[in-house]
């Protein structure tokens, strides 16, 4: 129960700063956009990705912007990734039912795609959390994960959740999503918990 609470605890404060802004920054919207610029070095994000560099807006329909993306589902998840005010990470499900996670760079124009994956085969009681921990670490807001929940539990009365099956890094200093190989410690922060 004390590690429960000093999570949550660590969660609040971190997401308690989550609507300032720096000085080299302003907020619209939702998305943060940087008046620094990224180097332009030439093996920052994933230029192998058919997707790369599109650009849409975090407020508009998705599929306006990037066809390939086809959703007929509402379900969208998004998360400014806390180290930097640059980057964040937005998710839905495709057509498919797959899981889309795009690794974005916010931009005065709106969302830059750097890199993106495609989640697929969820197990029923799978479930994707952008707010992670490693290790009992702070908050590591890089990191999302997918988690499964046994059937005796319900997902709202969960305030985290331990059981990772698979994990990845929105690497900032890269720009791309790379897999996370050792799973031991990862905890994932239920958004949607229910006090």
């Known amino acids: 129960m004390k590690k429960v609470v000093?999570?949550?605890?660590?969660?609040?404060?971190?997401?308690?700063?989550?609507?300032?802004?720096?000085?080299n920054s302003t907020?619209?919207?939702?998305?943060?956009?940087?008046?620094?610029?990224?180097?332009?070095?030439?093996?920052?994000?994933?230029?192998?990705?058919?997707?790369y560099g599109?650009?849409?807006?975090?407020?508009?329909?998705?599929?306006?912007?990037?066809?390939e993306l086809r959703s007929s589902d509402d379900f969208h998840l998004a998360s400014a990734i806390q180290a930097s005010d640059r980057f964040g990470i937005d998710a839905f499900m495709d057509d498919k039912g797959n899981m889309v996670c795009i690794f974005i760079e916010y931009i005065?124009?709106?969302?830059?795609?750097?890199?993106?994956?495609?989640?697929?085969?969820?197990r029923e009681r799978e479930y994707l959390i952008l707010t992670c921990t490693q290790d009992d670490t702070i908050w590591d807001s890089e990191i999302f994960a997918t988690f499964f929940l046994e059937d005796s539990k319900n997902f709202y009365d969960q305030p985290y959740l331990d059981k990772v099956v698979r994990a990845w890094r929105a690497d900032t200093k890269t720009g791309r999503i790379k897999p996370?190989?050792?799973?031991?410690?990862?905890?994932?922060?239920?958004?949607?918990?229910?006090?």
């Open 6 to 23: 000093i999570i949550l605890g660590i969660a609040a404060l971190i997401a308690s700063g989550c609507g300032r802004t720096t000085k």
């Open 180 to 195: 996370i190989e050792n799973l031991k410690g990862i905890i994932g922060i239920n958004p949607d918990y229910a006090d």
């Open 54 to 67: 599109k650009i849409y807006e975090y407020s508009r329909n998705l599929m306006d912007y990037i066809p």
């Open 108 to 122: 005065k124009e709106g969302n830059k795609i750097l890199d993106t994956i495609r989640i697929e085969n969820l």
């Open 27 to 51: 907020k619209t919207g939702l998305a943060f956009v940087s008046k620094e610029k990224l180097s332009d070095n030439e093996n920052f994000g994933n230029k192998q990705n058919p997707l």
